[in-house]
């Protein structure tokens, strides 16, 4: 079972760097997976030196997640690929804002005329126009903002769009200097052509990973039901005792990701539909997801279609648990000790939000020394659980972390990334089996990418909500403090 997850989390971790710094350094790849995957390598050789009972030292541990990330990173800035724009960036002094990868990025070159109708798109009452520098990724226009954000971002955009078409992307951020600044780039749709709405969402494709994962899901929610081979071999009829744990999985994967997608389409965003993954083997599937093919427009809709996911999961996932839990028996906690993704003796004080819960269905008949084995839907429940807790984690680009951008801006957001990074790793010494996905986060980057609008803040409710589901991210992945298994229990 090591060896299986540490070729998971090769295969994962090898993936992840081709597809995020392969393009903006020479240093081989294979280089830098070796350096990233060598704390993983070093742990697995000491646990089948020394077994489970001995725990790797502390200042080895140390030594390696310190070390290795440091190194990682000097690797990447030896072979950085310098931008084309830092010939310029040196000669102004100052640093344009980050903006999105686009392929083949050429700036049409404008001339006087469209100079002078350019300039005229920014009313000085708005934002007062400077000057206009040329990239040749894009038009940096810098100046004074005079109005709102939103209103400033909305009268130039509608001014450029009136005047260039869909010629320009027009992006809003923050400069270096904490002036805003906007930027106007290629649209990429404009050269590569619109597809249409079928071909963007593959119907056919979603259906049939759908199918694929329901029998994959299926399968092992027969294993999960406690029917063995042979009896299956003998009355194949069994396997749909496994439907309960598949279709409440599929149903929670599936809400979450629906509540992406129908976020993205409210602000008319370009997004395929849910794309399953199944796996013959662990749990049936490795998720879903879907891809969003047009940049956000602002931190607000970031912020939406962020935080929709895990919302959505959580109302499927939080009742099919509670009648999950209504339908397991109580164990007593095996010598090995229960944990939090053992199924068949899950400790509930492994997490604050189990134990409530638990507590809620099973009042007394659950103590503090005995552990619960779950009902294939209570499995499907915490699973549910455990994704939504993975998905908030407020690091790069997952749901979490495009609510900390979208509540306090992409270089806090940044910052809030590096430490809980940290903390995830901290915790996983507590919790072992989220030793791999705390590894795996320091293979995210750590900040998200910018929305075109990324100044506007958001409103007061939606600040509330995003401290709602940081929140929540705590009450799943936090073991149940002493006080409270007192009080309880």
């Known amino acids: 079972m090591v060896f299986f997850w540490l070729i998971v989390l090769g295969l994962v971790t090898y993936m992840l760097l081709q597809r995020s710094v392969s393009r903006i350094t020479r240093t081989p790849v294979g280089l830098l997976w070796l350096v990233m995957m060598m704390p993983a ?34 690797l990447i800035q030896k072979g950085r690929i310098e931008p084309q724009t ?37 009313p000085w009452s708005v934002y007062y126009l400077q000057n206009i520098e040329y990239r040749p990724q894009a038009m940096i226009c810098r100046g004074q903002l005079r109005s709102t954000p939103t209103v400033a971002y909305d009268t130039v955009k509608e001014n450029i769009r009136r005047h260039f078409g869909d ?47 329901l029998f994959t899901t299926t399968a092992v929610g027969t294993y999960l039901a406690g029917v063995t081979e042979e009896q299956l ?54 998720g879903a997801f879907i891809q969003m093919k047009s940049p956000v427009p602002n931190r607000r809709a970031l912020f939406d279609v962020g935080i929709a996911g895990p919302l959505a999961g959580l109302v499927v996932a939080v009742p099919l648990l509670l009648w999950g839990l209504s339908q397991s028996t109580i164990v007593p906690i095996p010598e090995t000790g229960a944990s939090l993704l053992n199924f068949e003796a899950l400790d509930p004080k492994a997490s604050v939000m189990l134990t409530l819960l638990s507590k809620l269905v099973l009042g007394s008949a659950v103590g503090a020394d005995e552990a619960i084995h779950l009902h294939p839907i ?67 980057p750590a900040a998200d990418q910018p929305a075109l609008n990324d100044v506007s803040e958001l409103d007061d409710r939606r600040d509330l909500l995003g401290l709602v589901a940081l929140t929540l991210l705590v009450m799943i992945v936090l073991p149940a403090p002493g006080i409270l298994t007192r009080l309880l229990y």
């Not at 194949?236 to 496994?242: C, K, N, V």
């Not at 992409?410 to 705390?438: D, S």
Request: hydrophobic share 50%; net charge neutral; with cysteine.
């Open 41 to 74: 390598f070093v742990l697995t050789a000491w646990v089948m030196v020394h077994g489970n009972e001995e725990p790797a030292p502390t200042a080895l541990l140390l030594g390696l997640f310190i070390a290795c990330p440091l190194l990682y990173w000097a």
């Open 167 to 213: 010629r320009f992307l027009v992006l809003f951020q923050e400069g270096l200097q904490g002036k805003p600044v906007f930027a106007l780039v290629p649209n990429p749709q404009v050269e590569k052509g619109d597809r249409s709405a079928q071909t963007l969402t593959r119907p056919g494709l979603a259906l049939g990973l759908l199918l694929v994962t």
């Open 378 to 444: 209570a499995i499907a429940g915490c699973l549910g659980l455990v994704v939504t807790a993975l998905n908030l984690m407020p690091v790069g680009q997952l749901d979490g972390g495009h609510i900390v951008h979208a509540m306090y801006g992409q270089r806090i957001g940044g910052i809030v990334g590096q430490v809980a990074r940290l903390l995830v790793f901290g915790l996983a010494l507590v919790h072992p089996e989220l030793m791999i996905w705390a590894i795996l986060l320091f293979f995210i």
């Open 233 to 286: 071999q003998a009355t194949p009829a069994l396997i749909l005792q496994g439907l309960p744990y598949a279709l409440g999985l599929l149903i929670i994967l599936g809400c979450h990701e629906m509540g992406h997608y129908l976020a993205a389409r409210r602000y008319k965003m370009r997004v395929t539909l849910p794309y399953f993954i199944p796996v013959p083997f662990f749990l049936g599937t490795l």
């Open 86 to 122: 830092a010939k310029s960036k040196a000669e102004s002094g100052d640093a344009s804002p980050p903006l999105p990868p686009l392929s083949k990025p050429t700036l049409r070159p404008i001339d006087k005329d469209e100079e002078a109708m350019l300039q005229g798109c920014f």
